[in-house]
């Protein structure tokens, strides 16, 4: 259960962006034992990033009028 990990990310400041960027041997320091802890969470990451991403409105152009 990933859950249990709150609170050590917490204390290591860790995000979703720090999670995908970590190697094997720090999620492991972090308490990520298994392989497929590993994957679950790299999983969970880089949806709530994807969410973050894409809760944005698109960029709209606007047309500036010119003054002459």
């Given amino acids: ?8 990310f917490d204390a ?4 979703p962006y720090n999670v995908i960027s970590a190697s094997d041997s720090e999620l492991t320091r972090l308490g990520v ?3 497929g802890d590993r994957i679950r ?11 973050q991403i ?4 698109p960029f709209q152009h606007q047309e500036i009028e010119k003054s002459d």
């Fill in 1 to 8: 259960n990933l859950g249990t990990l709150v609170d050590r």
């Fill in 41 to 51: 969470l790299e999983i969970s990451a880089v949806e709530q990033l994807s969410e």
């Fill in 33 to 35: 034992s298994t392989i």
């Fill in 54 to 57: 894409w809760k944005f409105p």
């Fill in 12 to 15: 290591e400041k860790i995000d």
